[in-house]
């Protein structure tokens, strides 16, 4: 194994500083892992840390990513779940095994270390076994999108065969939460500006699709959908105004799940929907590293596909980042090897 590596890095906050250098390959303490690396999963998280950091004390050179999937190549000495050759997937979060998130316990990619880069070493309880069925570039997807739909609808709630689920978008949480939700038997309604990504969502498992661009007030279609009874869950991945119809589309003692905050940091509505509807509002931020094993056995069990809209070679992360940025029909990835 060569003794060098490439990695991205930014000396500080902004895209423009961004640079692929070579810097040594990192030695595995006796509870870590050596991972190469083959594909890193993009998020829009990772824009926002390239920014500005997200308000968070970011080391300098920053390496930014979080999701990646990659072959073990050395263990250190105390090292009992993995070994050389075994393939595997990252944890969004160090150290967050199950239950209440622990302190000290940090997300990966700031201010965690990142994973934009040709090897990475990990502490063992940072790694899962990737999925048996799914490639390098799917297999990354799981981390932080994949675990943030199904934290929302097995983990941090019951759904039910029988239950309507809202979606808003078609990114890469929004088509996990459409497949996985569909998987579990609920009615699953789709809400996106284009009439091209819905009929695209449908083909996932979505039974109907509404365009609020067309219908800005979706949330009395999906009233209209469900024969005025409302949703029992809605994932709300735009935030601001959205959030307001996301409370009135739901049916009386429905749950919001506040995952994605595109449209604004701001959730911006009346409490009345709250109060009448007698709803939950649950923040969902990725999930530990047990769900992610679950997830990982419903995968294969399910033979479920993450969807990536396209591939870009570990050179092109600039322009991987201005795709990520336009917006994607699920998933963005770098091919690292």
Known sequence: MASSMRRWQTPAFGRQHLQLADVPVPAPGPRDVLVRVDAVALNYRDLLILRDGMGMAAPFPLVPGSDMSGEVVATGADVTDFAPGDAVISTFFTGWQDGRQPPGSMA??????????????????SLVTAPRTLNAARASTLTCAGLTAWYALAEASNTRPGDTVVV???????LFAVQIA?????????????????????????????N?????????????????RGAD?????????????????????????????LGGDELTTSVYPLLRGRATVQGIGVGHRRALEDLVRAVDWLKLSPVI??????EALPAALDHLERGAFGKVVVQVR
């Open 108 to 125: 990966l990619g700031v201010p965690g270390p990142g994973v934009l880069s040709e090897y990475i070493v990990l502490g063992e309880v």
């Open 212 to 228: 609020r661009t067309h219908t800005p007030q979706w949330a009395d279609e999906v009233r209209a959908l469900t024969g005025g």
């Open 233 to 261: 869950h809605v994932l709300e991945l735009a935030g601001e105004h959205n959030f307001g119809r996301s409370l009135t589309s739901l049916t009386q003692g429905g749950r919001v799940s506040v995952i994605g905050n």
């Open 309 to 314: 809209e396209r591939e870009y070679p570990f």
């Open 168 to 174: 808003i978008g078609t990114g890469g949480v929004a």
């Open 182 to 210: 569909h998987a579990q038997g609920a009615r699953v309604i789709v809400v996106s500006g284009s009439d091209e990504k819905l009929a695209r969502a449908k083909q996932l498992g979505a039974d109907d699709g509404v």
